[in-house]
């Protein structure tokens, strides 16, 4: 079974502080990753997208892939209290491009 | 910016009826998603088409479930009868192609009484 995990935190930083999340998945033939944040009662809302090896930087976040070692992660600069939601990784296998969600982690910044 | 349309918004219905949800997907998304999020869980893909094909709906519980996007376009998922434990969110996603990010709507928060 193709599986995304993720740390359910939460995870509490100050404002200002740089956030880390961090997601692991099972299989090796993962090609497209995506973080998205999904605030209480809302849908989740794309952030991020990563396809190959390495850092991507968009404003304050930047996602890391390491296919390797089967992770990916998120970093968010300057927190913001805005920034306090959930989020989510999600996987695609492109062999059938469904996506596969790990169970989120709860991000809270404390201002 | 375009935006995958859902409606209703929220939904509360006895068990043993019958509920529907809809989506819209941003225009030119060739496929469309719809998934079951139970509260302190990630999204959980119950049918993925195509254009009007479905393309996968191993998770989908058929004995009660139904989908269709007839025209390829918009979509409508059907639950009868509905049962306590499908109360959850549903959400709709939609792509340009299976490859490509999906867009998610606003979601449909199902209560089932």
């Known amino acids: 079974q193709k599986e995304v995990e993720q740390n359910s935190g939460p995870l509490s930083v100050p404002e200002g502080a740089i956030a880390s999340l961090n997601c692991t998945y099972s299989d090796r033939g993962s090609q497209s990753f995506f973080w998205y944040r999904q605030y209480s009662g809302k849908s989740p809302e794309l952030i991020m997208s990563i396809y190959s090896n390495g850092d991507k930087e968009d404003g304050r976040f930047t996602a890391q892939l390491n296919k390797a070692s089967q992770y990916v992660s998120l970093l968010i600069r300057d927190s913001q209290p805005s920034d306090s939601a959930t989020y989510l990784c999600a996987v695609n296998y492109n062999n059938d491009y469904k996506l596969s969600f790990g169970a989120g982690t709860t991000v809270t910044v404390r201002a | 910016e375009a935006e995958v349309a859902q409606s209703p918004r929220y939904k509360i219905t006895e068990k043993s009826q019958a509920v529907a949800f809809w989506c819209d997907p941003i225009s030119g998304h060739a496929t469309l998603y719809w998934y079951r999020q139970i509260l302190g869980q990630g999204p959980e893909l119950l049918v993925q088409f195509q254009d009007e094909s479905v393309v996968d709906d191993s998770q989908l519980p058929k004995d009660r479930f139904s989908a269709e996007r007839l025209k390829g376009v918009d979509s409508t998922l059907k639950i009868q009868p509905a049962e306590l434990g499908d109360s959850a969110m549903y959400l709709c996603?939609?792509?340009?192609?299976?490859?490509?990010?999906?867009?998610f709507g606003d979601g449909t928060r199902l209560s089932i009484l």
């Open positions: 996603a939609s792509s340009i192609t299976g490859e490509q990010p999906q867009h």
